[in-house]
Every structure is written in C-alpha cells, then in structure tokens.
C-alpha cells in the first residue's frame, strides 16, 4: 500500500496537470509549507500506518493544486434549534469551479465521519456529471470530522452533545443557501447533493425535509432501516474519535 501511494505521489509530482514542467515550484513550496511537524515525523519515521497517513494527506493536497480546488470555511450555528444559543464554528468545505457556467447546477459532496480530502471534485460519477453539465463542485466537512471541529479538540461528553444527525441536517441547509446567494452565477441553479454509507441518510432526508432547498439526492448504500440499537454507527464512530478522546 504504501508503494503505491509513493508511485501516485511521484507521478503527480512529474507529471503535474499535462504541461511539460509539472507542478510549478511555487505550488511545491507552498505544499512543503503547509506540513506540520506532526506530518514530517510520520514521512520520516518507521511506522508504516504512520507513513501511510502522511502520504494519503500530501496525495489529497497535490490534487487539489492540480485541479484548482480551493478549501474554504464557513461559520454556521452551532446548534440551529436554540435562538438564544449565537455560538457558531467553522465548517470546512471544498469547491471546483472550473466547469462551470452561469446557471449550471450545483453538485454537492456530503461528508460523513471522515476527513474530505477533493477526489470525489476530480474523479467518478459527479466530477464527470459536472463536466457534462456544466456545474459548480462541493464537497461538505461533516461537523466533529476531519478539521470541522466545533471544540477543537475538546471531546468531551458536554461537547459532543452537538453532534447530532438533526444539526448535521439543518447545517446542509444553512450551507446551501448561503453558498448560492454568495456565488455569482448559482442563485437558480439545481442542486444535486450525494451521499454515500451515513452521508446517504443525510441527503435522502435533505431532499424529504428540506424540498425547496434540495432538488435531487443521489444515496448511495445508505442504510436507511436503522433502529435504536445500530452498533455499526457506534464502531465507525468510535474508530474516528479513537486516540482523541
């Protein structure tokens, strides 16, 4: 495995976007910048799951120079059901703008407990759907996951009371209208959202709560015949936060 993420990394840092020089040294620089010591140890030290993870993060950061994606924040509610509650956090997305066209619809990747990291803007069913369709790519940081963390990294029981598929919810809906009034070009556009596994749940409710706001929800695998004891969710969850807490 992790032979085969150092090939990848090799033949993107070659290669680059087609042209003859590769990526540009700006954009080497600016990758080199952005590694944390935390990252260096890991490329550097001896453990191979460790090696495994630094690489998968430097893949995820050359293909989103190559394909000019942008990683960008937004502040939502923190809890979206309590008026007198203005605390927000930052919610972290990605956006791929280059195929699209005033008006073009608006595709949108739901996270789930996982870090984003663009491949879904770059390859499969929805890159290659925005390319023919002329629209606007996202790909949504679910809240607790990856660096969209309302606390930090304070998990504690008190604050995690937050992370709530209901909030979950209402934050897609908050994103969506704010991110089609803020765009030029997507104030009418359709919008498509898809999920996959939990983030399937989501965008299957989204288009059942929120129609005015939702035009299609793709779900993929998404286990809708849930009941109070699930103790998959649990596993997955617990695998996330394992180490954190």
Known sequence: MRVIIFCYLYLFATL?????????????????????QEEIDQLLGNSTSNVETASIGLFARLLRMMYEIKEKWLDVPLDHFDLFDNRTWRMRYLTRGSFFKSGGPLFIE?????TIDGSSLVMGGLAELAEEHNGFLVETEHRYYGKSLPFGKDF??????FLQMEQALEDLAYFIEHFKSATPGLGNSTVIIRG??????LVTWMRVRFPHIVDISYASSAPLGVGLDYPGTMLSIQSQFHGKI
Do not use: F
């Open 196 to 201: 996959c596994s939990y983030p399937g749940m």
């Open 16 to 36: 680059g976007s087609g042209e003859d020089d590769g990526i540009s040294d700006d954009a080497i620089n600016e990758l080199k910048s952005e590694l944390t």
């Open 156 to 161: 504690s029981t008190e604050k995690l009371r």
């Open 110 to 114: 739901v996270g789930g407990e996982w």
